[in-house]
């Protein structure tokens, strides 16, 4: 019991674990991360700040945001040899899936130095991962085009040495926007946890049986490429695109509804919010900012404020209480900055792997913790005499 909250019996008795990391009220659209709102933390920090939060517990103090700052900016580089992993690809592959293959390949070289049950060397890999997902996202970027690999730089902050990394060429200096890296520096805020979703069930699941850090984020990285997860990003530009123009939104919608057609709003609905995800809200209001400051004019954000206009109007929407979730706007502000849709989904992961880290330290921590085992309820035949097969 709290002075903000009270439990449901109902609702622990079906939680899946217990934790102290991030609070969501689906019912009135609140995100709370160490019981901070996510609009105070998107309008007041950094996404170091945040990582600090959510792996330590609190907001750190100057001085403790140095030496953080610090410590991942020096675990920013990779091995050398990991670059072959990225050679064996085919260049059109895609980056999720080099992602899942080379994180995991984070274990062969860091395995034997991670004994899970000290919490130091859990810190340590969980500050590895925090500090050489930018690295790797965007090695997997500048091997699908072709382009060098860029080495990342100590004096730039998290978001701008991953933009640079990403965008950069070694003939010239980089030049970008200080909005642009406000802008991804709050994108990755807004996407860094969020309590028990499907990729984050996935890791605590892999790492409830002792499994290494690199191997679980590896296996939370597969959970979220699902088009019904984190790969909804990509499908909202996609959506968009086809939809082309305001006239063909009555079409959706009509699509969404029918039960016959797999056809899905990307960007609407949500398991646990039943009111605006105020990721949503935030990211919304950053487009207008970034898209002036770029002096972009896309189309595509018409369109989406339009048929987000309409389907709030729409009974089926609003008797479902389907609202706008994260990646309904994210990546139009993604592809005003530049990147292709096959990497929206990997800056998810790149961002939510301090939440994955965080909730399995969390986990690791607990003396109490046991493997996971999900039961079942059985559907199939009673026990029955065996047949021979020249009998069958
Ligand atoms: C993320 O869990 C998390 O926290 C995830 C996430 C995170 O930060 O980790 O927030 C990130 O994954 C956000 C969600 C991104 N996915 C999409 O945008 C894909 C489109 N959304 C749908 O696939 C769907 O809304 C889900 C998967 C997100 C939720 O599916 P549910 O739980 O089945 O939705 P529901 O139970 O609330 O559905 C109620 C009704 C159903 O119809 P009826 O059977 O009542 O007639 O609404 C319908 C659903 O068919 N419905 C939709 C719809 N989403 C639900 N109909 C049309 N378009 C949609 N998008």
């Known amino acids: 019991q709290s ?24 019912d009135k659209g609140v995100l709370l991360h160490r019981g901070y709102s996510i609009e105070d933390l998107a309008e007041n920090c950094d996404f170091l700040e945040v ?26 580089m990779v091995h050398e040899q990991l670059m072959n992993f990225f050679r064996g ?63 990342p730089r100590n004096d730039l902050s ?17 030049e970008v926007a200080p909005a642009v890296v406000r802008a991804m520096d709050r994108i990755f805020i807004l996407h860094a946890d969020h309590e028990q979703n499907a990729s984050t069930s996935t890791v605590r699941l892999a790492g409830s049986s ?20 984190g790969g909804a990003n990509e499908a ?25 057609d797999p056809f899905r709003l990307m960007g609407f609905g949500h398991r646990v919010y039943k009111n605006y995800d105020p990721r949503a809200g935030v990211l919304k209001k950053s487009c207008d900012e970034v898209l002036d400051q770029l002096g972009v004019q896309d189309p595509l954000l018409e369109l ?8 709030l109007e729409d009974d089926y929407f609003v008797q479902r209480k389907l609202f706008p979730n994260v990646d309904f706007y994210s990546g139009i502000i993604l592809k005003a900055i530049g990147f292709p849709t096959s990497m929206f989904t990997v800056l998810f992961a790149l ?17 109490h913790q046991k493997i996971g085992r999900p039961r079942q309820l059985f559907l199939g035949h009673d026990q029955r005499e065996f047949v021979p097969v020249d009998k069958r």
């Open 89 to 151: 690809f085919r260049r059109d592959a895609h980056p999720m899936a080099v992602m899942v293959g080379v994180v995991g390949a984070l274990s062969a070289f860091y395995h034997d130095s991670t004994d899970i049950n000290d919490p130091e060397q859990r810190m340590i890999a969980s500050h590895r991962l925090v500090a050489k997902m930018p690295t790797i996202a965007a090695m997997a970027y500048k091997y699908s085009i072709g382009q060098p690999f860029m080495y």
């Open 210 to 229: 002792g499994a290494n850090p690199f191997a679980c984020i590896s296996a939370g990285i597969s959970s979220l490429w699902g088009p019904a997860h």
């Open 236 to 260: 909202v530009l996609n959506m968009l695109t086809e939809i082309g123009d305001k006239k063909n939104i009555p079409e959706f919608l009509a699509r969404a509804k029918d039960k016959d």
């Open 304 to 311: 989406a404020r339009e048929l987000e206009k309409i389907a």
């Open 158 to 174: 998290y978001a701008h040495n991953f933009l640079r990394m990403t965008f950069g060429v070694p003939a010239e200096d980089y």
């Open 351 to 367: 961002a939510r792997t301090v939440g994955w880290v965080a909730q399995w330290n969390e986990m690791i921590a607990d003396p």
């Open 3 to 26: 002075g903000y909250f009270t439990y449901d019996p109902g609702f622990t008795s079906t939680a899946s674990c217990d934790s102290a990391i991030t609070y969501i009220d689906g």
């Open 51 to 76: 990582c600090h939060l959510l792996l330590r517990g609190e907001l750190p103090k100057a001085q403790e945001l140095e030496d953080f700052r610090n410590t991942i900016t020096y675990h920013t």
